[in-house]
């Protein structure tokens, strides 16, 4: 549905897109995410056609963004992050005018009727735009890009603003949109992407950094691994025990209750230490009573892969300082 091909943006010497490639498929939900500045906006412009690529190549349904332009436009709705409404018009005058903007063929009563049952605004269908919450708006701008039922729909922070019953709303319209349409998600709000992306491609410094099921996001990240255990027993001789254990690169209490302490223990990639732990605390007669692996979350990953080293160590050195 989308293709993306060696994509390169640059003003001068600096790269705003330096040679990313990726597809999106039929029906399937993307999150792209990156920090500011990582060329998110100017990837997404370069698709929806407002912005022209230095080089390489975008295919939206088959045809080129650059040599079919407008058959390539009309596969796309876009929600840009300030939607493009015009707050003086009723929703409904709004929408006609996006219907003959877009020189939609559409049974017009019918179509606009589905887009306002599918993004819940028919209650307000004949109210101003500008008297509207900003939830509305939201849905109001999503409508817009449902015009002209095209196949793939690219949300640029749709939840931007939003109170948390309205991003619940906007998130469930956009698992619906997902059963008929390709959807492109851009956030910085991670607990979305999970919860309604199929897919994950986080970009840094204008490349891409990462690109795999949401799922499997955590197999981007070489990482150190991490139990969790409860255990009973002198808290500073289990501390010393675990420290000492070959290939532990950390071991903190992170709570205790009734007669357990709770330890959180790092270990060097790669390198199970459960059976060395168990046999730490066999011979001490210090009972287990529980443990459990501890996976990075979103958060971890996305910061691991998007951090910049050089800036991490000088931020240490000037707080040391």
């Known amino acids: 549905m989308i293709k993306v091909e060696g994509l390169v943006k640059h003003y001068g010497d600096k790269y ?15 999150g792209f995410l990156g920090p500011n500045g990582a060329g998110k906006s100017t990837t997404m412009n370069i698709l929806t056609g407002y912005l022209s690529a230095t080089d390489g190549k975008v295919e939206i349904d088959g045809h080129d963004i650059l040599e079919d332009t407008m058959a390539a436009k009309k596969s796309i709705g876009y929600l840009p992050e ?15 005018f996006v219907y003959d903007l877009k020189e939609c063929k559409l049974n017009r009563k019918k179509h606009l009727e589905e887009i306002t049952n599918v993004t819940k605004i028919a209650d307000v269908y ?3 735009i500008k008297n509207l919450s900003r939830g509305y708006k939201q849905r109001v701008g999503i409508a817009q890009a449902l015009v002209g039922n095209p196949k793939v729909i690219i949300l640029d922070e749709p939840t931007i603003g939003l109170d948390p019953k309205q991003i619940v709303e906007v998130r469930n319209l956009i698992r619906t949109l997902g059963r008929d349409h390709t959807v492109i998600l851009s956030t910085h709000i991670l607990s979305e992407v999970q919860a309604v992306c199929d897919r994950l491609v986080i970009i840094n ?25 409860k255990i009973c027993g002198p808290e500073k001789d289990v501390l010393y025990g675990i420290r000492s254990i070959n290939g532990v690169t950390r071991c903190e209490t992170v709570g205790s209750e009734l007669d357990s302490v709770t330890y959180v223990i790092e270990s060097e990639a790669g390198l199970d230490v459960r059976k060395p732990l168990f046999n730490l605390l066999a011979g001490k007669n210090w009972p287990l009573m529980g443990l459990t692996t501890m996976g990075m979350n979103l958060e971890d990953i996305f910061i691991t892969l998007t951090i910049d080293p050089t800036k991490e160590k000088n931020n240490r050195r000037r707080i040391t300082k």
Not at 20 to 28: A, L, M, P, Q, Y
Not at 211 to 226: H, L, M, N, W
């Open 16 to 30: 705003a897109v330096n040679n990313i490639s990726f597809t999106v498929g039929d029906r399937e939900i993307v």
């Open 82 to 96: 300030i939607p493009p409404l015009y707050p003086d018009m009723t929703v409904k005058e709004y929408l006609n």
């Open 126 to 128: 004949n109210r101003v």
């Open 205 to 229: 410094k204008g490349k891409i950094v990462a690109d795999k099921p949401t799922e499997e996001i955590s197999q981007a990240v070489v990482t150190k691994c991490r139990l969790e255990a």
